[in-house]
């Protein structure tokens, strides 16, 4: 299975609540009944109000002028095509060296598994990436990461749990100059957005990367869960807020109806996404791709 083809499964559940709306949007046009249901349909899947507002009023404002599958289709992409972005590949390749990334988000959003696989990503582009552990409120935490690094192939700095996070992290960036490391990827604990010591937290390792190596981080990475639904977009707005976010990665949407999230967060935010997940494998964390992901929502096929 290649990956538009995990892609659209992994949409399916979302896919399938838009079905029925759909199939007598492009059979009949959009008439009352059909876009009463359809508007539900895309409610129900997270895209978000503000969004289905202007997808029904074009609709409307085009009834029997246009092929309303094609609108539909255009409005959806319109919304996410200004976020995205060059493979995350290129972006490191661009930036400056050691390349610093600091990835965030609330727990089992799937922070260590994204790193280690983005590491992988890196190793086979030539680049030598390091992971640094700095979630140390969990021992288990940082076995995940050591026993990630040591199935990829990469070093993994980190202390005792209870250290001081900022604390591994000066230690890492101190490695990875030392060593001549052209990425290095910080993992760290997960936090509820609401908690402000614990984002404190946060803004205290920005600092110190900050003061280590000028303009780092150089990429504050957001993974966000795709099963929340609205509640990912609260997210997205509050750590942005806090810490500045760069990029999202968005996990999950295999497990999930409510894929429709990612359309809110683009309208809201604007915030480059530049990672999806669709599954367990590294293969199913790809980089985001509008026309395809839009196409597997609506289930129209690709030539």
Do not use: Y
């Not at 492009?26 to 978000?48: C, F, H, K």
């Not at 289709?73 to 990334?101: A, C, N, T, Y």
């Not at 980190?158 to 250290?163: E, K, L, N």
């Not at 967060?265 to 395809?292: K, M, S």
């Amino acid at each position: 299975m290649n990956w538009l083809q995990r892609l659209q499964a992994g949409l399916e559940k979302t896919r399938k609540g838009m079905t029925d709306s759909l199939k007598r949007l492009l059979s009949q046009g959009p008439d009352p009944q059909t876009l009463e249901d359809l508007e539900v349909a895309l409610l129900r899947a997270d895209v978000g109000v503000r969004v289905v507002d202007r997808l029904l009023e074009r609709l409307k404002t085009e009834r029997g002028q246009a092929d309303p599958g094609s609108t539909l289709r255009e409005m959806l992409l319109s919304v996410l095509r200004p976020v995205e972005s060059d493979p995350i590949e290129i972006l490191v390749q661009k930036g400056p060296r050691p390349f610093v990334l600091l990835a965030v988000g609330v727990n089992g959003v799937g922070k260590t598994t994204t790193l280690a696989k983005l590491g992988s990503r890196f190793r086979q582009h030539g680049m030598t990436p390091l992971l640094v552990a700095a979630d140390t409120f969990r021992a288990a935490a940082i076995e995940q990461l050591a026993a990630w690094g040591t199935r990829v192939g990469i070093e993994v700095v980190h202390h005792q749990q209870g250290a001081d996070p900022a604390a591994v992290v000066f230690d890492g960036l101190a490695a990875a100059k030392a060593r001549g490391v052209d990425v290095v990827l910080i993992d760290t604990a997960g936090r509820l957005h609401t908690k402000m010591n614990l984002m404190d937290e946060l803004r205290k390792m920005k600092r110190v990367i900050a003061r280590e190596l000028p303009r780092a981080p150089h990429e504050i990475l957001l993974i966000v869960d795709g099963t929340l639904g609205q509640n990912t977009l609260v997210q997205a707005r509050q750590f942005h807020e806090a810490l500045g976010v760069t990029g999202l990665a968005v996990t999950k949407l295999d497990g999930t109806a409510r894929c429709g999230v990612l359309l809110a967060i683009a309208d809201e935010l604007r915030l480059p996404i530049r990672l999806i997940g669709v599954g367990e494998t590294e293969e199913d964390l790809q980089d985001f791709d509008a026309e395809a992901f839009v196409d597997a929502l609506l289930g129209f096929s690709r030539q």
